[in-house]
């Protein structure tokens, strides 16, 4: 063991003193998953208001409930900003940037006509307008889809009383209190926003995951491919000549992996929370997904070095693996969304179920994360062992 951590040692002043280390394993993940966060950060994480023109001319009954209470209640939230106007004239001014109040940016107008109230509670048709700007695409369909909503309730209770007065037509003189109490009933299905475990990973911390992961293949192979290196320049020969057993050659550049890989990890964790205000979770949790990914790239790509001649083609070798099957893993984008053969074509990876365990800790416990745990011990299993019955011809004289 002793022979092993000098070996690791040696390897690890190296690779200390060469720049490049610092570049793979720190600089190029933590920059790109800045530039990823950034550029792809989904709108709900953005601060959204919008401004609506509110011309009522009705000023009936069934005005003040649309004025006051939904457009209202959203003005008290703070997501809209109400402009209140005297005409469908000026409301329509404010829109297009031509009124005294131009210079508040309308995003659309809420038009309530005259006589609106009446024409409804008796049954003659009635119209609602909305005025959309066509540079605030967004906040213009909010105002259409309130509108529209507000709409299909006076549809539904305008239907309830006529209905009930078709079938009795006595009770028509009790047609607004019918309406109103049709109104005020409670609707049957009703959509609700609830706090839930969602089990997914914000933008930030998925691109800081994931390019973590991808380049965490590129470092540990510095410890892999060292092996190769070694046999290149002739020092191979004289650590087989030396008093101290041949494992301790390759679990000394295990050992040199598993260093680098794990402290690129720690600090690229540290860096995006900080820095980026990436959430990754429970830390024990974080810390096991950690250990049992940097095992697995450490298998993985021992077995593809095995498979190169020289260390050239070991470091080709390596960076085919380490780029194919992070693109296949989903680190650059949410793979799973794609859905179909990709999505399942993922979990030949170790990155996949990495990101997966992140995701289930995300929404959920430690003991969501073992079978993505024992998904990555398998894929160090399994590669190690081959890496091992390849290597073996390695360690010739």
Do not use: C
């Not at 690791?8 to 933590?30: F, N, W």
């Not at 006529?162 to 209190?177: G, Q, V, W």
């Not at 860096?271 to 980026?276: E, Q, R």
Request: glycine fraction near 10%; proline fraction near 4%.
């Amino acid at each position: 063991m002793r022979s092993a951590l000098t070996i690791a040692a040696k390897d690890l002043r190296q690779r200390v003193r060469d720049r490049s280390i610092y570049v793979i394993a720190l600089a190029a993940p933590l920059g790109l998953a800045a530039i990823f966060g950034f550029v792809f950060n989904p709108i709900s994480d953005a601060d959204f208001t919008a401004t609506f023109a509110v011309a009522n001319i009705d000023q009936g009954p069934l005005a003040s409930p649309l004025v006051d209470g939904v457009l209202g209640g959203l003005a008290e939230d703070g997501n809209v900003n109400l402009v209140h106007a005297a005409s469908a004239e000026e409301a329509t001014r404010l829109v297009e940037g031509d009124g005294e109040r131009a210079d508040q940016d309308v995003d659309a107008a809420v038009i309530i006509p005259a006589e609106f109230s009446a024409r409804v509670q008796t049954g003659r048709p009635a119209e609602l307008r909305v005025v959309q700007n066509a540079n605030s695409s967004l906040a213009s369909t909010l105002a259409l889809a309130i509108v529209e909503g507000y709409a299909r309730e006076l549809d539904y209770v305008q239907g309830a009383v006529t209905t009930l007065t078709a079938f009795d037509p006595a009770r028509l003189a009790d047609a607004a209190a019918i309406a109103g109490l049709a109104a005020s009933t409670p609707s049957p299905a009703s959509v609700r926003d609830v706090s839930a475990s969602t089990k997914q990973l914000d933008n930030t911390t998925f691109y800081g995951a994931g390019l973590a992961t991808f380049f965490l293949f590129f470092t540990v192979q510095f410890g892999v491919n060292s092996l190769l290196a070694e046999r290149h320049f002739g020092t191979l020969n004289r650590l087989l000549a030396a008093p101290v057993p041949r494992w301790s050659i390759i679990l000394g550049k295990a050992i040199t992996s598993f260093g680098l890989g794990l402290v690129s990890m720690l600090i690229l964790i540290v860096a995006t929370s900080f820095i980026l205000g990436a959430d990754w979770g429970n830390p024990a949790g974080v810390a096991l997904l950690v250990v049992a990914a940097t095992a697995s790239a450490i298998g993985v790509m021992a077995m593809v070095s095995a498979l190169a001649r020289t260390s050239e083609q070991g470091e080709v070798f390596s960076s085919i693996a380490a780029v194919g099957l992070g693109i296949i893993g989903g680190t650059f984008f949410p793979i799973n969304q794609a859905g179909g053969v990709l999505a399942s074509l993922r979990f030949v990876t170790p990155h996949a179920w990495f990101l997966q365990g992140l995701g289930d800790l995300a929404g959920g416990s430690i003991g969501d994360i073992l079978p993505a745990v024992a998904a990555l011990l398998a894929f160090t299993a399994a590669s190690s062992g081959i890496a091992l019955a390849l290597l073996r011809r390695r360690l010739n004289p």
